[in-house]
């Protein structure tokens, strides 16, 4: 059984910063990618950044100089390291890995940016 277990979470002022974990355990191989998405209330689940197997990453326009997703393959681990943060980035997080063609997710880790 696989599980995503996300970390990091919390309540933020705005300019912080916070670092989300997710470890992978279980009966999973051959990760293409992991990332993590992001869903506010009354708003779309939306991705927030990616990154694959070769390394090569994507990040939503709103984050992009901002936020760094990275990995520790060894523990089948990703992080995402969320800097200036903002209200709008208020939402719960949710960690993806796409292995063999298959989405597993966690079950989410809330981030609150408030003053």
């Known amino acids: 059984q696989v599980q995503l277990v996300e970390s990091g979470g919390g309540l933020v002022q705005p300019g912080g910063s916070l670092r989300l974990s997710c470890a992978a355990s279980?009966?999973?191989?051959?990760?293409?990618?992991m990332g993590w998405y992001r869903q506010s209330p009354g708003k779309q689940l939306e991705l927030v950044a990616t990154?694959?197997?070769?390394?090569?990453?994507n990040y939503a326009d709103s984050v992009k100089g901002r936020f760094t997703i990275s990995t520790n393959n060894a523990k089948n681990t990703v992080y995402l390291q969320m800097n200036s943060l903002k209200p709008e980035d208020t939402a719960v997080y949710y960690c993806?890995?796409?292995?063999?063609?298959?989405?597993?997710w966690g079950k989410g880790t809330q981030v609150t940016v408030s003053s």
């Open positions: 993806n890995v796409v292995a063999r063609y298959i989405n597993y």
């Open positions: 279980g009966n999973i191989f051959s990760i293409n990618v």
């Open positions: 990154i694959s197997s070769g390394g090569s990453t």
